[in-house]
């Protein structure tokens, strides 16, 4: 142990020394920008940091040292430099670890023992001047809790000076009353200003009888009676206050204004005056200061007399012990969510602070009265509240834009124009789609599925893998181009991500990231990957060099949580899980010669004789498998095992070729193939693949033909579960796909089983037309882009000649929705004429989605040029999230509550959806209008030529 201890004091004295080199080279350098008692350690420091440091560790002993130096306040250079130091002596501290949100139950009293943390204290049983004793609003939250428990600790260790020092609203006064309650200590409280005198410093003018007597200070009467003298704002007193402070604390002597001393125990024993004061043994002090500089202008009290004192820089806590205080302030008018928001804002206004483009420092006291008005006050809304607080500001044209920028960003919309600066002035609305019944009422004919005699042989093989993680290597960091988020509109759009493309790239293909909030998108000329969160941060990987551009690949999750890369043309598949690349290569019997031979001269051949390999990995996600076809050869891709370099394949050749593929399940798929007669007509065909019980080692081939006056050419094939076949009134089994009709028209069907037959067997579906069909009308020059599904909810996505659209059929609530994707803040959409060119589901992790990994909440639509649109589906959510946006903005004026404009407004209702009905006349979905569920809109909403991500509004 004595080892240990004088190893630690030498590291010590050693970290001394080079802080004291460091600051030598800086003078020598000529920055003069600290002064040497911001970054060395006096004698003093040293020997209190010694003291305070018994059976701890190096680390501790790190801390130690961090804090006396006032570390968050010292410039980034020599932050760096210090760190290094202590890094070198083994002193660096680790991450702070703060206290579990439970942390506010390990405050409490037993008997005499006060216990805070870890620690236990004494409490003061008797006192004479109960009245002294402060009682103040406080809750505990974790990182408060860890300021009392080392605060006590040092007060009741011999400690008697304690400085708190950090910005305005932090908390230090609140912090210095809850221990002193809990402690059952009297204080005497004085505050400094620039105007304190010697004489105000220690006598108190007060009128009696009429006539002016002066009484002992606050700080004579802390020293007589042995009491804790607070000193609240003393970097706002002169430097001759500052001095005196020093001489009572270092000589331990005070001369005041009547002839009469203030003298320690030490030197009181030798003077024979009666009229004296002698210095109590538990008289302690304890001062708060803001740190130096601007926006504060104080006197540096740290410089001057800061080795006196054991300090402490009081900071706006962590983010969920921020959320656990406002939470006791807000009570139940404020939800989570926009709590967490405030914080959030909040957090990157202290980021900016910090960083310099921001010079007054946002605190937890703003945040606490933003809550409190918005809990008094709630039919006010965010926006009042906010500027109740910020209005300050409204002067400086910069920092208001700022404030705006970030404030939005979050969430709260704080809108103002360029020539009226007025934080409130934001007219809100909702802007949703107009939700229709769904229902199949005519019939066009019937779809037949008969056996073939064809039955192809299958070979199965494992695929050959590698590890390719050097084709991965080039990762750079990057940031989308200013995220755009409208929070002043309530529509289904959620966030919108503008990714920073180079000059020629296009984005391809986009599906879910690895963890929720995030996305992967696929680019183009050159071939890259992108890994992008919400917020606007991710990484780019080129992957060029090995994979050519514009080949059909595609990028998506697989059940078994990794990204998985398509590059079929190029002969393999890469499959990602943490930081391992493994890449399966397809058979030589399927591509035609060996993948890892293929050169440029092979896929420009493939591309003149019209040869690409096309690929359908929409159920990927479900069951890790993926169909891809070449001419007549099928092949079906078993991704499904957790072992990245077990990958097997199961191949056949069918008569015909094939043009595309619809999955139908994990087992089978819909090929759309060419009739060998005619080049411009095509048949379907649905091919099983066997299961593990059958052994014949052949695929079942069925006919899919259509018995219509129409001419169908399918782009979209759904098959709906069995529990939504049963919720909707039958156990036959559904079919959904998307077409185009001899007109090229884009309609929507159902098929619907006629015999119950059991899947892959023979079976009759009746065609049922979905009406609603699409607005062709409105909406002229269609053309379809893609669809996903959940089994449940079709989203089909098309371009316009206006501006894309999405289709949601959901068959869980009976209803059709058309969110036209209007560009209401980004022109930059529009203006370039970027095309929409893939969707997808993504995870998002909001308050009302109770797991993160849940698909079918929101979708995102991506355009070439790069941008992300997320975009929210699901009905139960919107009601949550309207709820919650009726809440946040509360009412335009202060007499009145929220009126939200919406169009249409016989048709606000709320729809329930009743079981399928089946008769003679179709499918047909009812809606029946229920009082007592919240309201969610039933039409797009907006004023004049208004529009938005919910729907064009002609008002």
């Not at 094939?717 to 077409?739: C, F, H, Q, V, W």
């Not at 979905?925 to 729907?951: F, I, K, R, V, Y």
Request: with cysteine.
């Amino acid at each position: 142990k004595m080892e240990t201890e004088s190893h630690q004091l030498e590291s010590l004295l050693q970290v001394s020394h080079e802080l004291k080199d460091i600051q030598d080279k800086r003078h020598e350098n000529g920055d003069h920008s600290i002064d040497t008692k911001s970054s060395s350690l006096s004698v003093r420091q040293l020997k209190r940091i010694w003291q305070g440091c018994e059976e701890a560790s190096s680390e501790d002993l790190g801390r130690l040292v961090e804090r006396t130096l006032l570390m968050p306040f010292l410039p980034a250079a020599l932050q760096e430099s210090i760190t290094r130091v202590l890094q070198n002596k083994n002193m660096s501290p680790p991450p702070e670890q703060h206290l579990s949100l439970e942390s506010k139950n390990r405050i409490f009293t037993e008997g005499d023992k006060l216990h805070i943390g870890n620690s236990s204290f004494q409490v003061l049983q008797v006192t004479e001047f109960p009245e002294l004793i402060p009682n103040t609003l406080f809750y505990d939250i974790p990182a408060h809790v860890e300021y009392l428990e080392v605060i006590a600790n040092e007060l009741t260790n011999g400690e008697k000076w304690i400085l708190l020092i950090g910005n305005q609203g932090t908390g230090k006064n609140k912090l210095i009353d809850r221990l002193l309650h809990l402690l059952q200590w009297p204080r005497e409280y004085m505050q400094l200003h620039r105007d304190s005198s010697i004489q105000s410093l220690t006598t108190v003018p007060t009128i009696v009888n009429g006539q002016i007597h002066y009484e002992d200070s606050p700080l004579v009467n802390a020293v007589k009676h042995g009491h804790v003298l607070v000193v609240d704002e003393a970097d706002k007193a002169p430097i001759e206050i500052v001095c005196i402070l020093k001489n009572l604390i270092e000589d331990g002597r005070m001369s005041l204004a009547d002839g009469r001393m203030i003298l320690s125990p030490q030197v009181i024993a030798n003077d024979t005056s009666h009229n004296n004061i002698r210095i109590h043994p538990n008289f302690k002090m304890i001062v708060l200061a803001n740190r130096p500089g601007f926006p504060f202008l104080g006197n540096d009290f740290f410089r001057e007399v800061g080795d006196c004192f054991s300090c402490f820089v009081i900071e706006n806590p962590p983010m969920e012990s921020q959320i656990q205080l406002l939470k006791q302030y807000g009570g139940h008018q404020v939800t989570d969510t926009l709590l967490r928001n405030i914080v959030l804002a909040f957090t990157e206004l202290d980021t900016l602070y910090r960083e310099g483009t921001l010079l007054y420092p946002y605190s937890t006291r703003e945040m606490v009265h933003i809550v409190k008005h918005l809990s008094s006050f709630p039919e006010q809304g965010i926006s009042k509240a906010v500027a109740n607080v910020l209005d300050f500001d409204v002067s400086d044209e910069h920092v208001i834009d700022l404030l705006e920028t970030v404030f939005s960003k979050h969430g709260i919309p704080l809108a103002s124009t360029q020539n009226d600066h007025n934080l409130n002035s934001e007219k809100y609305k909702i802007d949703l789609a107009q939700m229709e019944d769904l229902n199949f009422r005519s019939k066009l004919g019937f779809v037949k599925l008969s056996k073939s005699l064809s039955c192809p042989a299958i070979h199965a093989s494992n695929l050959k893998t590698r590890n390719v993680g050097f084709q991965f290597a080039k990762t750079k960091e990057i940031q989308s181009v200013d995220p755009v988020v409208t929070h002043s509109t309530f529509s289904e759009e959620k966030a919108r991500i503008v990714l920073e493309m180079k000059d020629n790239a296009f984005a391809t293909k986009i599906c879910e990231g690895l963890d929720a909030n995030q996305f992967q998108v696929l680019t183009s000329n050159p071939t890259s990957h992108i890994n992008m969160n919400l917020s606007g941060e991710g990484s780019l990987t080129d992957i060029s060099t090995f994979y050519s551009s514009e080949m059909n690949h595609d990028i998506n999750m697989s059940m078994n949580g990794e990204s998985v890369l398509l590059a079929l043309n190029n002969g393999v598949i890469v499959r990602k899980k943490n930081e391992e690349f493994i890449a399966s290569y397809l058979d030589t019997e399927f591509f035609g010669k060996e993948p890892s031979r293929t050169t440029w001269i092979d896929i420009r051949r493939r591309i003149d004789k019209n040869e690409l390999i096309h690929s359908a990995s929409s159920l990927l996600r479900d069951s890790g498998v993926v169909f891809a076809s070449e001419g007549t050869k099928l092949l079906r891709i078993n991704l499904s095992n957790p072992d990245l370099r077990v990958t097997s394949s199961e191949q056949l050749n069918l008569e015909h070729k094939i043009k595309q593929l619809f999955p139908f399940s994990d087992n089978s798929v819909l090929c759309k193939v060419q009739k060998a007669e005619d080049q411009d007509l095509s048949k379907y065909l649905l091919v099983s693949y066997p299961d593990e019980a059958n052994t014949d080692g052949k695929a079942a081939v069925f006919n899919f033909d259509f018995e219509s006056e129409k001419h169908f050419e399918l782009y979209n094939l759904t098959p709906l579960g069995k529990e939504l076949s049963s919720s909707m009134g039958t156990n036959d089994r559904m079919i959904y796909l998307n077409a185009f009709l001899d007109d090229m028209s884009h309609e929507d069907f159902l098929l619907k089983s006629t015999n119950s037959g059991r899947q892959n067997e023979e079976d009759t579906f009746e065609i049922l037309r979905l009406q609603p069909t699409l607005p062709s009308a409105d909406h002229p020059d269609t053309t379809y882009i893609t669809s996903v599904s959940d089994g449940k909810c079709v989203i089909s996505l098309f371009e316009t000649s206006q501006f894309p659209l999405l289709r949601i059929v959901d068959f869980t609530t009976g209803s059709v929705r058309h969110i036209e994707l209007r560009d209401i803040d980004n022109s930059a959409i529009e203006s370039t004429k970027s095309k929409v060119v893939d969707m997808n589901f993504v995870a998002v992790q909001t308050n009302h989605t109770e797991k993160n990994d849940t698909p079918g909440t929101h979708v995102a639509v991506l355009y070439s040029d790069g941008t992300v649109r997320v975009i929210q589906i699901d009905m139960d959510v919107l009601n949550n999230e309207l709820a919650e946006f009726q809440l946040m903005m509360g009412s335009r004026d202060s007499d009145a509550t929220l009126k939200l404009e919406i169009s249409n407004t016989d048709d606000n209702e709320e729809y329930t959806w009743k079981p399928l009905d089946i008769n003679e006349d179709g499918l047909v979905l009812h809606s029946d209008s229920l009082e007592d569920t919240p309201m969610l809109p039933n039409s797009q909403a907006g004023n004049g030529n208004e529009g938005g991500a919910g729907g064009a509004g002609d008002g």
